[in-house]
């Protein structure tokens, strides 16, 4: 509570959490891209932040740590010791008895499923191919917390970064994959609207006007779905692909006669073909439809499904 922090962000999270920040934080500082939103008193621009970094013990992010986290480590050189992240601070607090991370509530239906399945999450395991935040949206991280443990890829470096911080007992992939690669090097477009990056160009421009799409290029290692899960020391119960615009290649080039995810979560909205041709690709190896939450479709392995029914 002693040390100096700037609160970095000012946007909605941190006006709906304030009062909590207040409590607990010492905030001597204030640092937004929208300068309308600092108040005169501890404000620093964010033209001015390398140089008054010394003023502050900690940085309070509260807004897409992904993006920031990334920019204060690569270009203000902010050690990660000195880096918080409003929600993962808030995660720690006690919940109350039921608190549900993904955007549109997929773990509580998760969670459920393994329930019906009679899965323990102590011992569970996943394998969550485009992870980005790893708490704050995320549909592993309540797994965690009860226990599960698992692997994490992502194509960009600072959600590494991020589990370190939060997830420090999971396993982080620095990559990108599709449905083939040995590790060689492809470009990656990362987006300051980090959930849209994409090994696809096409996949990116489609979100121009509609999310702040500034792009940069970066070189990123690619593998083949199949090689990431010879790696692992057995299949993981879970699987779940969010891979902007790779998601139908990395599920049709998946080798079912080897490997068997009791479950499999995939994005749907954004597919090379139709859904009806996905659905039934699934269904004829072994997969059956058990909801669908917006963007995402939860398929369960039949057999599994024929044994609780």
């Known amino acids: 509570m002693n040390e100096r922090?700037?609160?970095?962000?000012?946007?909605?999270?941190?006006?709906?959490?304030?009062?909590?920040?207040?409590?607990?934080?010492?905030?001597?500082?204030?640092?937004?891209?929208?300068?309308?939103?600092?108040?005169?008193?501890?404000?620093?621009?964010?033209?001015?932040?390398?140089?008054?970094?010394?003023?502050?013990?900690?940085?309070?992010?509260?807004?897409?740590?992904?993006?920031?986290?990334?920019?204060?480590?690569?270009?203000?050189?902010?050690?990660?010791?000195?880096?918080?992240?409003?929600?993962?601070?808030?995660?720690?607090?006690?919940?109350?008895?039921r608190t549900f991370y993904g955007e549109n509530a997929e773990d509580a239906v998760l969670m459920l499923l393994c329930r019906e399945l009679g899965l323990s999450f102590e011992g569970l395991s996943y394998l969550e191919i485009g992870t980005n935040d790893p708490v704050r949206f995320n549909n592993t991280y309540n797994l965690y917390r009860l226990g599960a443990r698992g692997l994490l890829v992502d194509p960009l470096p600072a959600v590494g970064e991020l589990i370190r911080m939060s997830r420090s007992e999971d396993c982080f992939l620095h990559a990108a994959v599709s449905a083939e690669g040995d590790g060689a090097q492809k470009l990656f477009f990362a987006s300051k609207s980090s959930t849209v990056s994409s090994l696809s160009y096409e996949h990116h421009k489609a979100w121009d006007g509609v999310s702040h799409n500034e792009v940069y290029e970066i070189p990123v290692d690619v593998f083949g779905i199949n090689t990431i899960l010879e790696r692992m020391e057995e299949t993981p119960d879970l699987l779940l692909v969010d891979a902007e615009g790779e998601d139908e290649k990395i599920l049709t080039a998946l080798d079912y006669t080897r490997f068997c995810p009791k479950v499999i979560m995939v994005e749907m909205d954004h597919l090379d073909s139709s859904r009806a041709h996905m659905m039934q690709f699934m269904k004829d190896h072994g997969y059956i439809e058990y909801t669908t939450i917006k963007y995402n479709t939860i398929f369960i392995a039949a057999h599994l499904w024929d044994a609780v029914v």
Do not use: N
């Open 5 to 97: 922090t700037l609160v970095y962000g000012l946007g909605k999270e941190y006006q709906e959490h304030r009062e909590w920040v207040a409590t607990h934080f010492r905030v001597t500082g204030y640092c937004d891209q929208d300068v309308t939103r600092m108040p005169p008193e501890g404000a620093v621009c964010k033209d001015e932040l390398k140089e008054r970094l010394a003023e502050f013990d900690l940085v309070l992010v509260t807004a897409d740590p992904v993006s920031i986290v990334a920019d204060l480590l690569e270009e203000f050189h902010v050690p990660l010791e000195k880096i918080r992240v409003l929600y993962y601070e808030l995660a720690k607090q006690v919940p109350p008895l």
